[in-house]
């Protein structure tokens, strides 16, 4: 008897393991979640910017046709011609810009203000014609410009591909007295996004940028546009005539800026 139950009971156990395993094998499989793939951030250059640049400015001309005013001025004398020494017309210019930009598809508008110093003297001479204008003088000397900075503000559009920015830009310019106009054009690119410590959307990007500036000189300090130092003697002002009273010089510049993510 006794064999007998046990028997139907370990017959009972092997039918219920049977079964368990059977409806287990019924139960649905839970799948593994898909892995998480993070999307490429696609740059742009929409966002605040600030930076700085360094650059160098050329006069339109290195003979500027001048009148002269002030003690050590022969008499009957009106004027000469300024003449830089082996040309050297030249002047460094460095300061910084803020701006912002916003992109529309491909193409990109904003708006950029900058100030810089530039260094304005010059070791040059001035040619003083002689009586009837027969002969002359050569005086040597410094010529220093009445502006030591200047700045603009300018509206800039371009098309940009990708990481590459090409643009115009024009706007008014200006200095302590006066003020102007500035056109021109440049190429910025972006490095990319993982170079810097901010990542995102942030960016540091590099320029190239060309400016035309023209500075209406005829308010400044009665029309002086600077001094003229002998190497012998007192100092000088130095007037542009009225015909010609717009200071133009041209800026070839690089430029560093850090943009900001996207706003």
């Not at 030249?90 to 912002?100: E, H, M, P, V």
Request: glycine share 16%; proline share 5%.
């Amino acid at each position: 008897m006794r064999k007998c139950v046990l028997s139907l009971l370990a017959g009972v156990a092997s039918v219920t393991l049977v079964a368990a395993a059977a409806s287990a094998a019924d139960l649905p499989v839970r799948a593994a979640p898909p892995p998480v793939i993070a999307a490429v951030p696609v740059f742009t250059w929409t966002g605040f910017y600030i930076g700085g640049n360094l650059g160098w400015g050329w006069r339109n001309s290195n003979n500027d046709t001048v009148f002269l005013g002030g003690p050590g001025i022969p008499a009957g004398i009106a004027g000469g011609t300024l003449i830089f020494d082996n040309n050297n017309d030249g002047a460094f210019t460095g300061g910084g810009q803020i701006g912002y930009n916003y992109q529309i598809g491909s193409f990109v508008i904003g708006v950029e203000t900058d100030i810089q110093g530039i260094d304005n003297g010059n070791n040059d001479a001035i040619f003083i014609p002689g009586p009837g204008f027969a002969g002359g003088t050569f005086v040597p000397g410094r010529f220093e410009s009445s502006a030591d900075w200047w700045g603009s503000t300018r509206v800039r559009a371009g098309v940009a591909f990708d990481r590459v920015l090409i643009y115009a830009t024009g706007g008014v310019a200006y200095t302590d007295n006066d003020t102007g106009w500035a056109v021109g054009g440049g190429l910025e690119w972006a490095l990319p996004t993982n170079w810097n410590m901010f990542g995102g959307t942030s960016a540091v990007t590099l320029g190239l940028e060309g400016l035309w500036v023209s500075i209406d000189q005829s308010d400044n300090n009665n029309g002086s546009v600077g001094t003229f130092q002998p190497v012998a003697g007192p100092a000088v002002d130095v007037f542009l005539p009225r015909t010609n009273n717009d200071q133009d010089f041209f800026v070839a510049r690089a430029k560093l800026n850090f943009k900001f993510g996207t706003y």
